[in-house]
């Protein structure tokens, strides 16, 4: 993969402005670009800068969105350090993430899972990634 691939992860919400908040607090995501009424399309895209992949949060007006389909639509983070993964996850709850059991018994071995206003799950795991 070369150094200008972008992976991008789109997903509906009915709470753009409070998705956009909570992530960028939560995550420490910054807002790398937004867009109004694109054919009916508001957006918001968030990440890092020196990041190859972004979020991309949209609400398509007039339609409702809903919540997570089911409680295994989630986002895996690893941070290996013990210290900057309670840092992190205390930062999600002050961003107002609840913190929830995981669906998945595995990410409550080594993490916590969090979940979002739109139902949706960030798992932080407190090991280095196994790929």
Known sequence: MNKSTILR?????????QIANMYCQGLRFTILGQFKN???????????????WH???????GTIAGRAPTQDNLLAFYISDHSEWLHQSSLMEAAGFITVPSYNPYWDVNGKTFEDIDGYRVVLQNTVSPV
Do not use: M, Q
């Not at 992860?9 to 402005?17: F, G």
């Not at 694109?38 to 190859?52: K, R």
């Not at 979020?55 to 007006?61: K, M, N, P, Y």
């Open 9 to 17: 992860i789109a997903r509906p919400t009915d709470n753009l402005n």
């Open 55 to 61: 979020l991309e949060f949209t609400h398509h007006r």
């Open 38 to 52: 694109h054919e009916n399309f508001d957006g918001i895209i968030l990440g890092h800068p020196d990041h190859l």
